[in-house]
């Protein structure tokens, strides 16, 4: 299993940014992509931004591409590091946002950080 803890929400005008952190623990060397996805209230969970572990090939919403960025540090301590780099933030972007692991031998997503609140006021 892989454990994952958000930090680095808060609430911030529009127009300002946000560096989202993500630290997964455990068995991360089975690690094939890391993802930031949100929910709104009233709304279902969506997808935001991933990058695949192995070639650091990043993927975007249609509607964060150009202002938000996924990225990675390399493993440390057996603890991978994702960040979510958002500028240009819009009220629309409020949500609480969770990062999550896909692993080996899973078809999906499936280890879930508690998530992190993200509130752009205008």
């Known amino acids: 299993q892989v454990q994952v803890v958000e930090s680095g929400g808060g609430l911030v005008q529009a127009g300002g940014s946000l560096r989202l952190s993500c630290a997964a623990s455990g068995r991360t060397i089975y690690t094939v992509a890391m993802g930031w996805f949100r929910q709104a209230p009233g709304k279902e969970r969506e997808f935001v931004a991933s990058?695949?572990?192995?070639?650091?090939?990043?993927?975007?919403?249609d509607s964060v591409k150009g202002r938000f960025t996924v990225s990675r540090d390399l493993p440390k301590n057996t603890k991978n590091m994702v960040y979510l780099q958002m500028n240009s933030l819009k009220p629309e972007d409020t949500a609480v946002y969770y990062c999550?692991?896909?692993?080996?031998?899973?078809?999906?997503?499936?280890?879930w950080g508690q998530g992190t609140q993200v509130t752009v006021s205008s």
């Open positions: 999550a692991a896909h692993l080996q031998g899973s078809s999906d997503y499936g280890s």
């Open positions: 990058i695949r572990w192995s070639t650091g090939n990043t993927y975007y919403a």
